[in-house]
């Protein structure tokens, strides 16, 4: 159990378009979900963190409008990266944490490679 | 300052040998500790929690200084399958801090 699933796997677009990342956790519900982005060489960096039909909390430095984050059921959550640019490219990862469990304990998709030219 | 600091490595070792990481962070209200394992181009997968008793799982064995404010993985008869970069990861103000990582590459 506890399995995360992400699509697209990659995805390589033109600059000024907007893609859009899908988590999904596949046999639990995820009252609350991650995403992550990692630069090469780089640690995992918290972008937000979105709880199911609220807005999400975004860190320091993440520009909201940019990232945008939808948490509209308990099993799906979707990050829209808009008028992407080439310093947009990055792995972003999501995870999810089952409802009444540790903050601790997240889950994590196997992850999006975007590439933007 | 980073919240939390690992030696980027690499590690070179052969099959084996018994190797160490270190991890230092800055939190001292760090409440939890956790090493991670990352394969390239994949996602972290929790390798074990860390505790000031230390704990120990198999090959692998972790352990907690709060009192230096650092955290310490042990690698016992490494294996290939034990290339990776491996990540320390505490937690603080409900959200989990990644380290950048040290790569381990084990050779035959």
């Known amino acids: 159990g506890a399995v995360v699933s992400q699509h697209p796997s990659r995805v390589i677009c033109k600059s000024g378009t907007s893609v859009k990342i899908e988590c999904r956790s596949l046999d639990f519900q995820a009252t609350t979900m991650f995403w992550y982005r990692q630069f090469p060489k780089q640690s995992l960096m918290l972008m937000a963190t979105s709880n199911e039909g609220s807005k999400a909390t975004y860190e320091q430095g993440v520009e909201k409008d940019k990232f945008l984050i939808n948490h509209a059921s308990l099993t799906l959550s979707t990050l829209t990266v808009t008028s992407a640019h080439p310093e947009d490219s990055s792995f972003y990862i999501c995870?999810?944490?089952?409802?009444?469990?540790?903050?601790?304990?997240?889950?994590f998709g196997p992850g999006t490679r975007l590439t933007v030219l | 300052r980073k919240e939390v600091e690992q030696d980027p490595g690499p590690f070179n070792v052969p099959e084996g040998a018994t190797v160490a990481f270190n991890c230092t962070y800055s939190?001292?209200?760090?409440?939890?500790f956790f090493w991670y394992r990352q394969d390239c181009r994949k996602e972290p997968k929790l390798l074990m929690s860390v505790y000031s008793s230390g704990n120990e799982d198999g090959r692998f064995t972790a352990q907690l200084n709060r009192a230096s404010q650092y955290i310490s993985l042990l690698i016992r008869d490494s294996k290939l399958s034990d290339s990776a970069t491996y990540l320390c990861?505490?937690?603080?103000?409900?959200?989990?801090?990644f380290g950048t990582g040290t790569r381990l590459l084990v050779s035959p």
């Open positions: 995870s999810a944490r089952k409802g009444g469990g540790s903050y601790n304990e997240q889950f």
């Open positions: 990861v505490e937690t603080g103000f409900q959200k989990l801090v």
């Open positions: 939190n001292s209200a760090s409440q939890s």
